[in-house]
């Protein structure tokens, strides 16, 4: 599905409603038997929806489909919006909580001067102990290409310097005009 921007009120509901989950509730539960847990957790049995529906409107709070896929599937009776509410702030602390690992990159020239390399290893030693992965290139100008060797001899000292914070993941490879390697920090 395309998702673009729509002046029509419907199709923006209905392409907001597709992207975040929600739940069936009250009058959509579509099955004719349910297992029913009530509002402080506790298991009520297996009872037909309409049961299920008048509990509900008697607590004054609503019917809500947890597990759809079960036989008979489950469903609650709880506080809907306060019970989105919770989800959402789940679904944000485990985002939050999942580390991804970024990659940095840094780009060399093969004749670099002794203080432009320092200069770029501190960078490279920073992202390491953020905890980021870095791809070092090594770029070939013109007629630099028929020396590799003095690219591999940047990279091979650099990786010496690296000791200790972090380690090559990838060995060094040729890619047109490029020479990569990846670094990852080391796990102390």
């Not at 001899?153 to 972090?166: C, F, H, S």
């Amino acid at each position: 599905m395309v998702l673009c921007y729509s002046t029509n009120l419907k199709v923006r509901r209905y392409i907001r409603r597709t992207r975040e989950k929600w739940w069936r509730k009250n009058y959509r539960i579509t099955a004719k038997e349910v297992r029913l847990i009530g509002k402080e957790g506790e298991p009520l049995g297996i009872v037909g929806r309409e049961e299920a529906l008048r509990r509900a409107r008697e607590a004054m709070l609503d019917l809500v489909e947890i597990v759809p896929q079960a036989s008979p599937p489950v469903c609650r009776i709880i506080d809907y919006n306060k019970y989105r509410y919770e989800q959402k702030r789940k679904e944000k602390e485990i985002k939050k909580k999942q580390h991804s690992s970024e990659q940095k990159e840094m780009r060399l020239s093969p004749l670099i001067s002794e203080h432009d390399y320092q200069f770029k290893k501190e960078h490279i030693e920073n992202f390491l102990k953020e905890g980021s992965r870095v791809k070092v290139s090594l770029k070939f100008k013109g007629r630099q290409i028929v020396h590799p060797e003095k690219g591999r001899e940047v990279l091979e000292k650099l990786a010496k310097d690296l000791t200790g914070i972090g380690e090559v993941e990838r060995n060094p490879r040729f890619q047109g005009r490029f020479l990569d390697v990846i670094f990852k920090p080391v796990v102390h």
